[in-house]
């Protein structure tokens, strides 16, 4: 199967753009006022991460409000997949981590990474409301502390990895078939940002998490996207009057036409003469004797002998 390895193009960017959004809100305010701003600061010139990291959370000193939130935005583009149905079997997305800290830290307070869509108004430049333009579905499983990256440094690094999930998967196909092959990821704050839930305050307490961008450090320190996947083949057909059944010579998902002489409801597909598999149309089946019909057949080659 086909694997790619891809990373967010380096300024000056060319198909996609890596960075952090902010809101840094200059005096203390509440946590929804904070956590729904339209944002009010951004980065992606390669450079390090914002103030308060790539992915970060501050309390104002008082013990009532918030001062600022981080997020970080990473396209993806491949030509590759651009325009084409893939199944996606797998696909890993990773941050090298050079710095992660706390202040005051209460025990109560438990930040973790969550990976998520990110929409961003521009593939190649990010702007200050971005940070609101980043999804709430989980990519991955995978929702680490950040706990487990106090210890990273420029001298040793962490290289963090998310596991894509069904969504995430899903995601890369979309990005693939109708996105441009430009694939829109983000991270956020997970346990609060995440969820809404407001965390406990505490007077200046914070998160800090600081990832490399592309072109920020050499090569090997970039934010990647891992993706093993197999490409679908359009099929070529043969409308079969026999027995009112379709006879594909070559499967893949791409829309056919299916003619029947019968009302058929359980149409078979053939491959070298015997009975591959059993399914029904996904968009319907013909009621009227040679009246076509179109379907997706969502059907994987490894199926077939």
Not at 118 to 139: E, F, H, I, W
Not at 188 to 202: A, F, I, K, M, S
Request: net charge negative.
């Amino acid at each position: 199967m086909p694997t790619l390895t891809l990373h967010p193009d380096p300024n000056p960017e060319a198909n996609s753009v890596d960075g952090w959004t902010a809101y840094d809100a200059g005096s203390p305010v509440d946590w929804e006022v904070m956590r729904a701003a339209a944002g009010g600061g951004h980065g992606d010139d390669g450079g390090t991460p914002a103030a308060n990291g790539s992915v970060g959370i501050m309390m104002a000193e008082s013990w009532t409000q918030f001062a600022n939130m981080t997020r970080s935005i990473y396209l993806f583009h491949s030509a590759d997949i651009a325009g084409k149905r893939i199944r996606v079997t797998s696909a890993s997305f990773s941050v090298v981590c050079f710095y992660c800290a706390y202040l005051n830290k209460q025990a109560n307070f438990l930040p973790t990474l969550a990976l998520v869509g990110s929409t961003p108004v521009s593939n190649t430049d990010l702007a200050n409301g971005d940070y609101a333009r980043l999804g709430t579905t989980l990519l991955s499983d995978s929702t680490p502390s950040t706990d487990d990256f106090l210890t990273a440094s420029e001298a040793v690094p962490i290289t963090v990895t998310f596991a894509l999930n069904a969504a995430g998967k899903a995601a890369i196909e979309a990005a693939a078939l109708s996105g441009g092959g430009v694939i829109k990821l983000g991270l956020r704050e997970g346990t609060y940002d995440l969820t809404g839930v407001e965390p406990t305050l505490y007077p200046i307490q914070f998160v800090k998490f600081s990832a490399y961008y592309s072109g920020s450090v050499e090569t090997g320190y970039e934010p990647s996207l891992a993706i093993t996947y197999e490409e679908y083949v359009g099929p070529e057909t043969v409308p079969s009057r026999v027995r009112g059944r379709l006879v594909i010579l070559k499967l893949g998902l791409s829309p056919i036409t299916y003619y029947s002489t019968h009302d058929v409801r359980h149409p078979s597909w053939f491959t070298r003469g015997k009975v591959a598999q059993w399914g029904t149309l996904s968009r319907g089946i013909p009621r009227v004797p040679g009246s076509p019909v179109t379907a997706d057949l969502n059907v994987r080659l490894s199926e077939f002998d």
